[in-house]
């Protein structure tokens, strides 16, 4: 499993890797916009598939559907922590099997 503070940036590579023509559009801007121009597409994409930027990042990542169970089930706890709720409470709010 890749480290929790590596998953956004292999996801954007993985995700920018998967998009050659995007490569070429963006190659003669600055590394900077470059990343900016990532960072919106990767958003938009997200948007479009009615998903998070965070779970698309975690499907981009995940090596198999068992991980990426595990890895939401982990982002999910993350912020019923950060809320202060409770996991059944927050899992009963979001409609989650615990």
Same mark, same amino acid.
């Given at each position: #499993?890749?480290?929790?503070? $590596?998953? !956004?940036?292999?996801?954007? =590579?993985?995700?920018? &890797? &998967?998009? /050659?023509? #995007? =490569?070429? *559009?963006? $190659?003669?801007? $600055?590394?900077?916009? =470059?990343?900016? !121009?990532? !960072? ?12 998070? /930027? @965070?779970?698309? &990042?975690? =499907? ?6 068992? *991980?990426?169970?595990? #890895? ?7 912020? &019923? ?5 409770? @996991?059944?409470?927050?899992? $009963? ?6």
């Amino acid at each position: #499993m890749i480290p929790k503070e $590596s998953r !956004q940036e292999v996801a954007l =590579q993985r995700f920018v &890797a &998967a998009r /050659p023509a #995007m =490569q070429e *559009e963006i $190659s003669q801007l $600055s590394a900077k916009e =470059q990343q900016q !121009q990532i !960072q919106w597409a990767f958003e938009d994409e997200a948007e479009e598939q009615g998903v998070e /930027p @965070w779970d698309l &990042a975690l =499907q981009l990542i995940a090596e198999s559907p068992e *991980e990426l169970a595990a #890895m939401r089930l982990e982002v999910h706890r993350e912020v &019923a922590e950060a809320l202060g709720l409770g @996991w059944e409470e927050y899992c $009963s709010f979001n409609d989650i099997e615990p």
